[in-house]
């Protein structure tokens, strides 16, 4: 099993739209999650940071973390075409210097 | 806003060659880190940095690899002789407590 598996899709929707995008992860150690936005060719751009299970909201996004079930979603409210993109998850054992473990990214596109 | 720099956007060489990538992080921030994301697969950790020393490194990072941090600014990743397979985006990243900020990349291509 993957340690972080995410559907690469692709996924598309209408603008206006709720987008869901989730991962699931194996190793019960992770305890801090993230979700980045990637376009094409670019680094990834942090987006959401959680650490505890529940949800976090910020603007049109909402994280929610799940860690009985592991499981973390990321929600996009009243989506726009800008939001088009590929969406990765990201996770770690702990802060300091340990490492991200990605999952394969959501590739989104938001149609006017 | 700070970012996170990196040199050059693209970088063409030959199989064997020695490549240096190099990368400015944010100014305050104390860890250091070069992932890689091979065309159409996930971003992967190759090491982290901090107080001058790698802290980690995965099993990619073989002693072809190797990373400094020659002044208090750049942050570099050397390749010391090419394959084919080094081909990918590779990432500098910097964090100073909890959040990771990523550079646009450089690609690397080995022909």
Do not use: C, E, K
């Given at each position: 099993q993957k340690e972080v598996e995410q559907d690469p899709g692709p996924l598309s929707v209408p603008e206006g739209a709720i987008v869901s995008l989730n991962c699931t992860y194996s190793n019960s150690a992770f305890q801090y999650f993230m979700w980045y936005r990637q376009y094409s060719r670019k680094g990834p751009e942090l987006l959401m940071y959680t650490y505890s299970s529940g949800n976090k909201e910020d603007g049109r996004f909402t994280a929610q973390v799940d860690k009985s079930s592991k499981y973390i979603s990321l929600f996009i409210r009243d989506s726009q075409p800008s939001d088009s993109a590929t969406y990765l998850c990201a996770m770690t054992v702990?802060?300091?210097?340990q490492k991200l473990v990605f999952g394969q990214g959501t590739r989104l596109t938001i149609n006017p | 806003e700070p970012e996170v720099t990196q040199t050059p956007s693209h970088q063409v060489t030959q199989m064997g060659q020695e490549v240096i990538l190099r990368c400015v992080p944010?100014?305050?921030?104390l860890y250091f880190y070069w992932y890689r994301q091979i065309l159409g697969q996930k971003v992967e950790f190759l090491v982290s940095f901090y107080n001058n020393e790698i802290s980690e490194k995965s099993e990619i990072f073989d002693d072809q690899f190797s990373v400094e941090r020659p002044d208090g600014s750049n942050f570099t990743l050397k390749i010391r002789s090419t394959k084919l397979e080094d081909s990918a985006m590779y990432f500098c990243a910097s964090m100073s407590v909890a959040s990771k900020f990523f550079g646009p990349g450089t690609r690397l291509t080995v022909l």
């Open positions: 702990s802060q300091g210097a | 944010i100014s305050n921030h």
